[in-house]
C-alpha cells in the first residue's frame, strides 16, 4: 500500500495515460475518474457524491491530503504479509460474540482513490465479496472515485460500505461524522450497504497520537461514534491497530458493546486486539498487491451486519 503508492505517484506526476501494473490484478484503469455520472441504486441514491468537472489526478489527489485505510499503520508497524500468512488468514480462526468458535470467513478488500476506476468484474471473480470504499479525510477531502467505487461494486453484487479516514487534530468528531455522512459515508437498509467504518490510525502528518491525550482521544471519537448513530441510525465499524488504539485512546473509553473492530495486523494472525474487544469482525491481514480483509464469520453474519 505505502511502498507501492509512492510509485504510482510518480507515474501520475509524469503522465495522465492509462498506467499499467505488472500485478495483473491491481487495475487502475484510468488517471482521472469516469467522465460520466454512474448510475446509483434507488437505494444508495442518497449517498451519492456529487461529480466534478475540474478531475484531478492522482498525485493532485494526494496533495489535497489523502491518506489511505492503514498507510500509515504499515509506514510505522510495517507489513509482514507473506503469501503464506495470507492464505492462513483466510481459514477460519479464533471467537466471535459469545465466545463461539468461527467456522467459515468471506473475502473482500478495501480501496481508495489510488486503486482509480476499479475493474469490479475482476475482484468478484477472485472471490471478493465485500467493500469499503474511502469516501472522506477530514473536512475538506472527498474522493474523487467514489461513485465509481462504490456503485460499481455494488452493481457486481458485493456488499459495501464506505470508510472516514480521522484526522482529530483538525474538527471535532461530530463534525467530521456529519461530513461523512453528507459525502457518501450514510447507511442504506437495503441489505448491500454496511455501515460507515471510522479509520483510526497513526497521524500522517505529525506527533502520533495528533497531539491529543487518551482521554481527549476517546471523547473525539465519542462524538463521532454518538453522532453517526445519529444520523444513520448504525454505529460506526471502527478500523485500528492494537498498537495505535491502546497508546492513543487506551481504557479512557469503551465502544466494544456497539462498535464492531476491524483489526489491522499483517501477518499469520490478528493477534492480541485492542482494549476492550474480545474478537474482531474484520481484519486487514495484508496491504499488498491492496488493502485485502477478511471478514470474521461466515457469509449470513456479513449479510447480518449489512443488514443491521
Not at 500500500?1 to 487495475?27: C, E, N, P, Y
Not at 441504486?41 to 442518497?46: Q, T, V
Not at 498507510?71 to 508497524?77: A, K, L, N, P, T
Not at 491492496?290 to 471478514?295: C, G, K
Amino acid at each position: 500500500m505505502f511502498a507501492a503508492r509512492k510509485s504510482w505517484l510518480r507515474a501520475f506526476s509524469a503522465t495522465s495515460a492509462v498506467i499499467t501494473v505488472s500485478a495483473g490484478v491491481l487495475l487502475l484503469s484510468t488517471s482521472a475518474p469516469a467522465s460520466a455520472t454512474p448510475e446509483i441504486p434507488a437505494s444508495a441514491s442518497a449517498y451519492a457524491v456529487p461529480q466534478t468537472t475540474d478531475l484531478p489526478t492522482i498525485a493532485a489527489d494526494t496533495a489535497l491530503h489523502n491518506h489511505s485505510m492503514g498507510s500509515q499503520i504499515v509506514r510505522v508497524e510495517g507489513d509482514h504479509s507473506t503469501p503464506a500468512t495470507d492464505a492462513a488468514a483466510l481459514l477460519p480462526q479464533g471467537f466471535g460474540p459469545g465466545g463461539a468458535a468461527i467456522l467459515a470467513t468471506v473475502s473482500g478488500m478495501d480501496v481508495a482513490s489510488y486503486q482509480g476506476n476499479v475493474d469490479w468484474a475482476s475482484w468478484w471473480g477472485q472471490g471478493k465479496r465485500f467493500v469499503w470504499t474511502k469516501a472522506t479525510e477530514g473536512t475538506t477531502y472527498t474522493n474523487p472515485y467514489f461513485a465509481q467505487q462504490y456503485n460499481g461494486s455494488y452493481n457486481v453484487g458485493m456488499i459495501r460500505g464506505a470508510y472516514h479516514f480521522a484526522t482529530p487534530n483538525t474538527s471535532s468528531g461530530a463534525d467530521q461524522a456529519n461530513y461523512f455522512v453528507n459525502h457518501g459515508g450514510g447507511w442504506s437498509g437495503d441489505g448491500k450497504t454496511l455501515p460507515g467504518a471510522l479509520d483510526m490510525e497513526y497521524n500522517p502528518y505529525g506527533a502520533t497520537c495528533y497531539g491529543l491525550s487518551q482521554s481527549s482521544m476517546g471523547a473525539w471519537v465519542r462524538a463521532f461514534h454518538d453522532t453517526y448513530y445519529s444520523r444513520t441510525g448504525r454505529w460506526p465499524v471502527i478500523y485500528t491497530s492494537q498498537s495505535w488504539w491502546n497508546q492513543c485512546v487506551g481504557s479512557t473509553q469503551n465502544f466494544s458493546s456497539t462498535v464492531p473492530l476491524w483489526t489491522a495486523r499483517y501477518a499469520s494472525s490478528a493477534g492480541a486486539l485492542p482494549i476492550n474487544w474480545g474478537y474482531y469482525t474484520v481484519w486487514q491481514y495484508t496491504s499488498s498487491p491492496l488493502d485485502l480483509d477478511v471478514f470474521n464469520g461466515a457469509t449470513d453474519r456479513l449479510q447480518a451486519l449489512a443488514n443491521g
